[in-house]
């Protein structure tokens, strides 16, 4: 299962003994990185990047902030957008906290197939006050482990994935001169220097942790994109469902259903297909509220909607008549696998 927040994270802080370490160390330490984890299909072009500058005294005192830069194979080199905006880091004078932050699209493997995820890893590094630097990586992603996230064994896809990540973290350790901090043990599983820790020996800390956390987080960043209405469908139902799926360019990003029992509706983003996901998903509920406030069932919001021209923003309908789930949780389940 693909998450919203981390399944686990790993951080090395190395003090270097000669210099003031400048604001274009950072790249270069993430480029570092990620071309380790590029190796193992764990990275790959292109990612999105964060950088920023900030006053020690004073978070709020923001001198850069740059947002959706792409990870450009030479993120430095002249004429790339990181690139100008570490030219005005490096002007600055003072005691800050430069910080570089990249998400990572990645790809994990079942046997005889894999699948990419829009943020399968995120990677930071922070230089702080120039004396002190903080490498963290975060993954997003339940391949690694030897249960997944909905409390299922899955032995084949950690001997699949799990090798991969152990390697990447052995050589990011060898880049960086020490081994790394495991972050501390959470919601979903606990890591170790290598990975993480087998879920079969002492189980994980909740029962059915992503549908627990992750189902209503999704909810919650949908919702967060629309504005208030009362022209709503319910969006939880315990029978079977018909959806529809809703791709852009070939790629999946969510589906729209409808449950003809209790009148339900809604849409389920494609967690591996990242911020595009929701974004359209927004859309599609508006989309879905204009049915609602016509009078239209759930089932017959699903073929007037299925009805409307299309938005290249938003996606289109791939086929041309709903499939059906034998519930929500299951289509919830295809919606966040893969």
Not at 82 to 96: K, T
Not at 196 to 222: C, H, K, M, Q
Request: hydrophobic share 40%; glycine share 8%; with cysteine.
């Amino acid at each position: 299962m693909i998450t919203s927040a981390p399944i686990g994270d790993w951080t090395w802080e190395i003090t270097p003994d000669t210099g003031d370490i400048r604001p274009a160390r950072a790249v270069e330490i993430a480029g570092a990185v990620w071309n380790i984890l590029n190796g193992h299909e764990l990275a790959i072009p292109m990612g999105k990047t964060g950088f920023s500058v900030r006053s020690v005294g004073d978070m709020r005192d923001v001198r850069v902030n740059a947002n959706g830069l792409p990870f450009e194979e030479e993120p430095l080199k002249t004429g790339t957008a990181l690139s100008s905006v570490v030219a005005q880091a490096e002007s600055l004078e003072g005691d800050f906290l430069v910080s570089v932050r990249v998400q990572c699209p990645g790809f994990w493997r079942e046997p005889g197939a894999k699948y990419r995820a829009e943020k399968l890893f995120v990677l930071q590094v922070d230089i702080w006050k120039g004396s002190l630097i903080v490498v963290t990586l975060e993954t997003y992603s339940d391949a690694w482990l030897t249960m997944d996230t909905r409390e299922r064994e899955q032995a084949a896809v950690h001997a699949e994935n799990a090798p991969r990540l152990a390697a990447a973290l052995e050589e990011v350790s060898a880049l960086l001169g020490c081994a790394p901090t495991p972050g501390d043990p959470n919601r979903h599983a606990t890591p170790t220097e290598t990975g993480f820790e087998d879920l079969r020996i002492e189980g994980p800390a909740y029962n059915d942790s992503w549908g627990t956390f992750d189902v209503p987080a999704r909810a919650r960043r949908l919702r967060s994109l629309l504005p208030p209405s009362e022209d709503e469908y319910p969006e939880v139902t315990e029978y079977p469902v018909r959806y529809l799926t809703i791709q852009r360019d070939g790629r999946t990003l969510g589906f729209i259903w409808a449950s003809a029992t209790d009148n339900a509706a809604g849409y389920e983003p494609r967690t591996a297909a990242g911020d595009d996901a929701f974004e359209a998903g927004a859309g599609w509920m508006l989309r879905l509220r204009d049915a609602h406030s016509r009078g239209f069932t759930a089932p017959e919001a699903l073929d007037w909607v299925a009805q409307l021209p299309p938005q290249q923003e938003i996606g289109s309908i791939a086929e041309g008549s709903p499939q059906e789930a034998p519930s929500l949780d299951a289509l919830e389940e295809l919606s966040g696998r893969y």
